[in-house]
């Protein structure tokens, strides 16, 4: 699967941004998708992930209530929404994919297969 991830930018602190990852290749509705982050100098991190079903949802406890992450499966893409922005929010985006993953593994980058390219968030304050 080919995962192109977008919507990325620069906005100011209290902003919105919605990213975008389109996949490609195999039937899309059976992965499940995540979005991490990585910011210079630091690990990559969970920010939220779904189930191919979209019934099961993570999210880091740094962003949670601010960002959404969903999905249509029609369209092959998962989205995440992300409100309230703050400048420790600036970093890559990435979206990934995997067939297998459970639940309790969902927020584990080493547990994904397939990547996108990765979109900068850059928050100013």
């Known amino acids: 699967v080919q995962l192109q991830a977008s919507g990325g930018g620069l906005v100011q602190a209290g902003g919105s941004l919605r990213l975008s990852c389109v996949a490609s290749g195999r039937t899309f509705s059976s992965y499940t998708m995540g979005w991490f982050r990585q910011a210079p100098g630091k690990e990559r991190e969970i920010v939220a992930a779904?189930?191919?079903?979209?019934?099961?949802?993570v999210y880091s406890g740094s962003v949670k209530g601010r960002f959404t992450i969903s999905r249509d499966n029609a369209r092959n893409t998962v989205y995440l929404q992300m409100n309230s922005l703050k400048p420790e929010d600036t970093a890559v985006y990435y979206c990934a994919a995997d067939f297998r993953i459970i639940m309790s593994s969902m927020g584990m980058p080493n547990e994904y297969d397939y990547w996108g390219q990765g979109t900068q968030v850059t928050v100013s304050s």
């Open positions: 779904i189930k191919r079903s979209g019934g099961g949802t």
